[in-house]
T-cell receptor, first 118, second 114 residues
Framework: DTEVTQTPKHLVMGMTNKKSLKCEQH?????MYWYKQKAKKPPELMFV???????INESVPSRFSPECPNSSLLNLHLHALQPEDSALYLC?????????????????FGQGTRLTVV | TQLLEQSPQFLSIQEGENLTVYCNSS?????LQWYRQEPGEGPVLLVT?????EVKKLKRLTFQFGDARKDSSLHITAAQPGDTGLYLC??????????????FGKGTRLSVIA
């Protein structure tokens, strides 16, 4: 199983709504990532979890709140978003080298959630 | 500053033609990955190159890692419409130690016309 599953595939939300994006993998990967991708741009890193602990936050606004409940699941909680936050949100996972906690750069991506903020 | 520079950004060719996409950096990477992404989907990993000078083949796709591990190329032979997509090179961020999440080039958008 080399799948990373993201739900929902599409989401439309108002600026006052609270919603969550979900991501699941069963490859035993201990690093999980959230990326944001705007149209015609490459993915941009938002958050990195290593062994269920937040290790990197790329100065993301607090209206995005990540959560890693266990080694297979990664959530992104959304609150009070702006229309400019509309984008494709990608989850990815990779192995971590046990001793050095170095993330393997071979990342496997989910299909993404197409988010539209109205 | 863009760590990985890809060229060309856009490429439109006829079916059956050959093409090469380049990924260049002034930094040394321990490995580089190539991904292909279709509209509305997540990137799909095509290959990882690790050793300087390494050449890997995936059917009609040939990937090369530069001797100094600062650049890579993707060559497609006899392109087909199914090759259409966004090709992204990526590597572990050489500016961070230990944890090295991927940084991406801007991508090459390829269109193969039948």
């Amino acid at each position: 199983d080399t799948e990373v599953t993201q739900t929902p595939k599409h989401l439309v939300m108002g600026m006052t709504n609270k919603k969550s994006l979900k991501c699941e993998q069963h490859m035993g990967h201990r690093a999980m990532y959230w990326y944001k991708q705007k149209a015609k741009k490459p993915p941009e890193l938002m958050f990195v979890y290593s062994y269920e602990k937040l290790s990197i936050n790329e100065s993301v606004p607090s209206r995005f709140s990540p959560e890693c409940p266990n080694s297979s699941l990664l959530n992104l909680h959304l609150h009070a978003l702006q229309p400019e936050d509309s984008a494709l949100y990608l989850c990815a996972s990779s192995q971590v080298s046990g001793d050095s906690h170095t993330m393997n750069t071979e990342a496997f991506f989910g299909q993404g959630t197409r988010l539209t903020v109205v | 500053t863009q760590l990985l520079e890809q060229s060309p950004q856009f490429l439109s060719i006829q079916e059956g033609e050959n093409l090469t996409v380049y990924c260049n950096s002034s930094s040394v990477f321990s490995s580089l990955q190539w991904y292909r992404q279709e509209p509305g989907e997540g990137p799909v990993l095509l290959v990882t190159v690790v050793t300087g000078g390494e050449v890997k083949k995936l059917k009609r796709l040939t990937f090369q890692f530069g001797d100094a591990r600062k650049d890579s190329s993707l060559h497609i032979t006899a392109a087909q419409p199914g090759d259409t997509g966004l090709y992204l090179c990526a590597g572990g961020n050489p500016r961070t130690s230990g944890n090295t999440p991927l940084v991406f080039g801007k991508g090459t958008r390829l269109s193969v016309i039948a």
